[in-house]
């Protein structure tokens, strides 16, 4: 059977609500191959599991490489459910279809104690609302998820036998969401995070589909101790130019990090010196300023309070006022001056996205004498680097503005930020070079 021809012709014949309110992107065979190439050889027969199974491309994939003592697969849509079984009786092991909803089905699975040796997993990605039955489902689990993607590997972990693995291609956005916080903890305290691998470009995972998700394939092994995590990447989804190292636990989640952020890291040798931005005692804020929401304060003279957006910022440095911003100065009214700041040395990072700029950070070095030694308000398009809302010494802003515009911490931020706007959560997370320190003159 040609499981790639299934997958075209069923995927054409999709009604497209129905496609988008499921999530029905079936996965290529190459990137199907390569996931089931990532579990563990084994010469014992495996139970093996795909919560949300299309026509079975990922199952099918995983088959070939292990012998199988029976098949499990949930799919909530009846259409697909012939397509399906013909491709499970190919398999030619003992095979279930569940013909209803994983998340709904989870509670009562894993209170059957039915445990599964691998999962492979390619779940659907919907917001779960806090109304939803699913979000209920979840949490009857003890989880709190905010995407059903998450809720499908949360689900997948609790019904896998220790030591049994999952496989999962995933939207990136888990991996350093705020929202996403207990899924990580959840995922992190009950498996160990084996292999992270990063398509480097947005359309590489899901081309024929046009689906531009970022997306990683994680993973993970249900109670084992964490070990070094295999990081690799490759630039097409037919995985011709894969490069891959080995990372510490450590350089990925960073020891005694309350957001337990996943980074990917860009190369296997993390800087020496490397602290965080709270050891340097530097702080990282959105600019407090909302343009809309002071617009009645504007004025034109130069005596009021000097505002900074990203349009005085140019490859020519800080200019101001701006002919294109809709804001250069503001009265001092009482509802602006508490967002208003000191004149003083400060580093400015826009909050731009990968759309707008290949280089992720751009950062200036704003001095004391670019506000006349007045009082500054930034816009909330800039992420501002400050002390205790005042200014930095001047030496220490001119080095971490220097950091900021090198390959290096660009290649940082990206080990920890997808494609999502720059941000001060992101910015915060990332580490820095302890020479930037006040002491290091
Ligand atoms: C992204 S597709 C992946 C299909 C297949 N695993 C593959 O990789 O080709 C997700 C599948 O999950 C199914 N699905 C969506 N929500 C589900 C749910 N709550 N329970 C079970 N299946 C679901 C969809 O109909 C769709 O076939």
């Known amino acids: 059977m040609d499981i790639e021809d299934i997958r075209r012709r069923v995927s054409a014949s999709l009604d497209p609500s129905r496609r988008s309110e499921f999530g029905q992107f079936f996965t290529p065979s190459d990137i199907a191959s390569y996931m089931a190439g990532l579990f563990t050889p084994t010469t014992r027969a495996v139970r093996l599991l795909d919560a949300g199974a299309g026509v079975g491309c990922l199952l099918h994939a995983a088959a070939s490489m292990m012998t ?119 995922m992190l305290s009950i498996a160990s995070l084996d292999a992270i691998h990063v398509f480097n470009s947005r359309r590489s995972a899901f081309s024929d589909d046009a ?93 009021g309070i000097l505002v900074v957006t990203p349009k005085h910022l140019s490859p020519a440095g800080f200019s101001h006022p701006s002919a294109l911003a809709k804001i250069n100065h503001l009265a001092r009214d009482p509802s602006v001056a508490k967002h208003v700041w000191p004149a003083g040395d400060y580093v400015v990072v826009k909050r731009i996205s990968s759309k707008e700029s290949k280089r992720r950070l751009l950062a200036y070095h704003l001095r004391r004498e670019d506000f006349s030694d007045g009082d500054v308000a930034f816009e909330n398009h800039l992420n501002v680097f400050h002390s205790g809302k005042s200014g930095l010494a001047p030496a220490v802003a001119a080095r971490l503005c220097d950091y900021l515009n090198s390959d290096i911490a660009d290649l940082e931020f990206r080990s920890i930020s997808g494609s999502t706007q720059v941000n001060a959560t992101d910015l915060r997370a990332m580490s820095y070079p302890g020479s930037i320190s006040p002491g290091c003159l």
Not at 118 to 128: A, D, E, G, Q, T
Request: aromatic share 8%; charged share 25%.
């Open 68 to 186: 199988v003592e029976r098949v499990d697969a949930w799919e909530i849509d009846g259409s697909l459910v012939d397509p399906l079984a013909s491709t499970l009786a190919d398999i030619g092991a003992p095979f279930e279809i569940h013909h209803s909803d994983f998340i709904l089905d989870a509670r009562d699975l894993v209170a059957s104690g039915v445990t599964f040796d691998r999962v492979i997993l390619n779940p659907p990605y919907r917001k779960v609302s806090n109304s939803s039955p699913h979000r209920k489902a979840v949490e009857e689990l003890g989880v709190r998820t905010v995407n059903l993607y998450t809720a499908f590997v949360a689900a997948a972990l609790l019904a896998m036998r220790e030591g049994g693995e999952i496989v999962a291609i995933v939207p990136r956005s888990f991996l350093n969401g705020l929202y996403h916080r207990p899924f990580r903890k959840f």
């Open 211 to 303: 689906v531009l998700q970022e997306n990683v394939i994680v993973k993970l092994t249900r109670g084992n101790c964490q070990g070094d995590v295999s990081v690799s990447s490759c630039d097409d989804g037919r995985f011709i130019d894969v490069s891959s190292f080995s990372a510490p636990f450590d350089s990925v989640v960073v020891p005694g990090d309350p957001n337990a952020f996943i980074r990917i890291p860009s190369s296997s040798n993390p800087a020496p010196d490397a602290v965080s931005l709270f050891a340097l005692g530097i702080e990282v804020s959105t600019g407090p300023i909302v343009e809309f929401r002071v617009r009645s304060s504007a004025v034109e003279r130069e005596d």
